[in-house]
């Protein structure tokens, strides 16, 4: 769905963007439609950022994959068609309903038997995952509640190696994310993650700004490198 505050110039681009190089294909768009039906908030990546996540998967040469945060299983799509045949991806997801949806559409794309999703609050899966031993993980993409970002790149971290990618998304907030808001957990979390991030030494990090259907927004992307 096309954010209302978003710029018409910038959805123009978006879509003539997505149509020459991020093309639907049935099993995208049946998952988008499957958790509109549902009910879902209309807030998955655009097609364009779901691609950029493919080729950052690819481009990492990533065989093991970890997902914060679900919803109808569109970015886990994008995500798990990069990975080869023995790869695995888990996505955490804290809705039952939302993660019955995503099952239903990471099926029918032809990727269950790479994908795992889990149900129930990430920080009560993510230490589980610690004590299995789950990780290291090539590849972590956080997309949750924004309150919890801190903590959730907390636990990318002890799941990861060094070289591992972390990508958090809704960083920019509209702008907002430069100011206080202390009325808004959202933007009180994703400030407190960028000044985690920052003094993390273990962390090399940046940025960027995004314009187009999703409205302004932006990307974190954090590569571990001790």
Known sequence: MTNPQANPAWSEVDHYI???LAPADEA????????TAA???EIAVAPNQGKLLHLLAAAQGARNILEIGTLGGY???WLARALP????????????????????NIARAGLDKLVE???????????RLEEEGAGPFDLVFVDADKVNNPRYVEWALKLSRPGTLIIVDNVVRGGKVAT???????ITGTREMFELVAREP??????????GTKGHDGLLLARVVG
């Open 18 to 20: 997505t149509e020459l």
């Open 28 to 35: 995208l768009t049946g998952a988008l439609a499957a958790s």
């Open 39 to 41: 009910g879902l908030p």
């Open 75 to 77: 970015s886990t799509i």
């Open 85 to 104: 045949a023995d790869g695995r991806l888990i996505t955490l997801e804290y809705d039952p309903a939302h993660a019955d949806v995503a099952r239903a």
């Open 117 to 127: 999703v889990r149900t129930g609050a990430a920080l009560d899966s993510l230490p």
């Open 180 to 186: 206080a808001h202390p009325d808004d957990p959202a």
């Open 202 to 211: 273990r962390l090399d990090a940046t940025a960027f700004q995004t314009v």
